[in-house]
Structure formats: structure tokens, C-alpha cells
T-cell receptor
Framework: KNEVEQSPQNLTAQEGEFITINCSYS?????LHWLQQHPGGGIVSLFM???GKKKHGRLIATINIQEKHSSLHITASHPRDSAVYIC?????????????FGEGTQLTVNP | DARVTQTPRHKVTEMGQEVTMRCQPI?????VFWYRQTMMQGLELLAY????????DSGMPKDRFSAEMPDATLATLKIQPSEPRDSAVYFC???????????FGPGTRLTVT
């Protein structure tokens, strides 16, 4: 069993739909990261969180430390949101330490 | 606009050749990470540095890979000799040690034939 599991692996949505991507982890962590990777290959960090909830524009990330679970939500999805979304957990004494990655969720938003 | 830079962006080489990849972290960042991404394994950590000191390189094949930070503005990842199974995208990321996220470079796409 992987230390970080994401679901679903693939997700296709229509423009405007509300999207949820889930991440479960099995190890103790200092922080959880959500990353976005576009078809061109570049990786962008969306969120880093260790508790509660964060919001940036149409993106919302939540984490439940007791349940070892995090969700990434996209409201009013748009074709430009099409990308691979990767959950990663940071272990160790600080949030700047090594990351272990999930396999990613391929999101396709159709117009 | 501070960014992590990586060179080269693409590298094609023959098996057995030495490959050196370079990374310039964002000025002021004190942690540097090297990751490798393949279709089969996804993203995996190879090595990371804090204040230029190597902290963890357990993900790196020691017999052929080496990572160094000659100074605070340069990190290098070297493969000698390269093998076809090393073909991957190698990402460098930098960050601050306390409470901040990691910033990824554009990656070096390596093909070993």
C-alpha cells in the first residue's frame, strides 16, 4: 500500500462543475501539499497546509489530521483547470522536509 | 519574479556518458530538493539539502548518482555512467525551511539511448 493514495485517478467534468479530489495518507506528517502539473510539465505548488482549510480563488483545500485525509475542491471548473493534481506529504520535523507523492489525478474539464 | 532555474531543459545522451544537471534556487531559499519523475514511478525524491548540507540522499542510486551544492546559488546532480533507465524528467525545487512551500523549476528532460 502506498503511503499516499489519491482518488480518483482520472476525472472528467463539464465546465462549471464542482470537483473534488481526495488524498489519504498513512504516515505522520508535518504538512500536506497540493501540486498542479500542466501538460507542458511544469509543477506549481497550490497549497501547503497542516490543519484546517485554505482558499485561493476557486480552489479550496482541506485537511483532517485525525482521519489522515485531505481534499482539493475546484468550484466552477474551467477547461484551463485541466491538469494533473498531485498530493504530497511532508514528513519530518519541519514542513520544508522531504515529500512523498501520490500518483496524481488527471483532471479533464470539457467546455 | 523569482524562479528556480534548471539547465539544460533537454538532454539526449548515449548510455555510458556523464550527465550533469544544474539548478539555481531562488535567492534566499535554504532548502533544495532533487526529484525525478517517470511514467512508472511518478515523482520521487532523490536528494535534498538544507543550508547546502546534504540531509537525505537515500532515494538516489549511490553508485552512479551524486548531488552537490558548491555554493548557495548552485545545486548539481550528476549521473556517471548514465543508463537508459535514467531517462526521466528531473525537477529541482527550493524553499525555506520553516513553514513555506516548495518552488519547482521547469525540469530537465533526460533521454539516455
Amino acid at each position: 500500500k502506498n503511503e499516499v493514495e489519491q482518488s480518483p485517478q482520472n476525472l472528467t467534468a463539464q465546465e462549471g462543475e464542482f470537483i473534488t479530489i481526495n488524498c489519504s495518507y498513512s504516515v505522520g506528517i508535518s504538512a500536506l501539499h497540493w501540486l498542479q502539473q500542466h501538460p507542458g510539465g511544469g509543477i506549481v505548488s497550490l497549497f501547503m497546509l497542516s490543519s484546517g482549510k485554505k482558499k485561493h480563488g476557486r480552489l479550496i483545500a482541506t485537511i483532517n489530521i485525525q482521519e489522515k485525509h485531505s481534499s482539493l475542491h475546484i468550484t466552477a471548473s474551467h477547461p484551463r483547470d485541466s491538469a494533473v493534481y498531485i498530493c504530497a506529504v511532508g514528513a519530518g520535523e519541519t514542513s520544508g522536509s522531504r515529500l512523498t507523492f501520490g500518483e496524481g489525478t488527471q483532471l479533464t474539464v470539457n467546455p | 519574479d523569482a524562479r528556480v532555474t534548471q539547465t539544460p531543459r533537454h538532454k539526449v545522451t548515449e548510455m555510458g556518458q556523464e550527465v550533469t544537471m544544474r539548478c539555481q534556487p531562488i535567492l534566499g531559499h535554504n532548502t533544495v530538493f532533487w526529484y525525478r519523475q517517470t511514467m512508472m514511478q511518478g515523482l520521487e525524491l532523490l536528494a535534498y539539502f538544507r543550508n547546502r548540507a546534504p540531509l537525505d540522499d537515500s532515494g538516489m542510486p549511490k553508485d552512479r548518482f551524486s548531488a552537490e551544492m558548491p555554493d548557495a546559488t548552485l545545486a548539481t546532480l550528476k549521473i556517471q555512467p548514465s543508463e537508459p533507465r535514467d531517462s526521466a524528467v528531473y525537477f529541482c525545487a527550493s524553499g525555506l525551511d520553516r513553514g513555506n512551500e516548495q518552488y519547482f523549476g521547469p525540469g530537465t528532460r533526460l533521454t539516455v539511448t
